[in-house]
């Protein structure tokens, strides 16, 4: 589960986005290093190590900004010319392996979203969503006559409004997508 906050500022997104390649890039480095010294199966079990941990890195990098990286993961695992196997089988997890924003942080984006926690609007909310995509999530709950609903939550970033725009930041909010009974 995912308990740090999404990446908003242009400045840390961009430090989330470019982090990945200077990862892959040390691995990459690493095992051109050792290749001399390797067996040819050796070679092989490495440059497997390293692609499975660039993929991994990969994938949390796009969960991590969520939105449209995990859409765009979304469509780079179905491009087979483009990319190989194994990125690709990392990258579909995209569809359904997504963690779910922080128990504390969706708490939060529901109190600026409603101006009140969860408990004073349902009777009762699950705190762990039981369902993540790349642009929301979804949390059981139920209503204020104890019907079981479910509670929807589209990720999306808007401009806080200050009167320096140059300080102006981008926060991570939630919007009710849907309550259903």
Not at 39 to 64: G, H, N, P, V, W
């Amino acid at each position: 589960m995912m308990s740090k906050s999404v990446p908003t500022s242009k400045l840390a997104r961009s430090s989330v986005a470019g982090t990945p390649f200077l990862k892959a890039g040390s691995k990459h480095l690493r095992h051109a290093a050792k290749r001399p010294f390797l067996s040819e199966s050796a070679c092989r079990e490495s440059r497997q190590k390293r692609d499975d941990e660039t993929a991994r890195i990969l994938f949390k990098t796009f969960s991590q900004l969520r939105g449209t990286a995990l859409k765009i993961a979304q469509m780079l695992s179905m491009e087979s010319n483009l990319l190989p196997e194994w990125l690709r089988n990392e990258l579909s997890k995209s569809y359904h392996q997504v963690p779910p924003l922080g128990r504390p942080l969706i708490r939060k984006l529901i109190e600026q979203e409603f101006g009140k926690p969860p408990e004073a609007i349902f009777t009762h909310f699950e705190p762990k969503a039981f369902a993540a995509a790349s642009l929301g999530q979804v949390h059981s709950a139920s209503n204020a006559s104890g019907e079981a609903s479910v509670s929807g939550y589209q990720y999306y970033y808007r401009q806080r409004p200050t009167t320096d725009s140059i300080n102006s930041k981008t926060h991570a909010a939630c919007k009710t997508v849907a309550i259903f009974s």
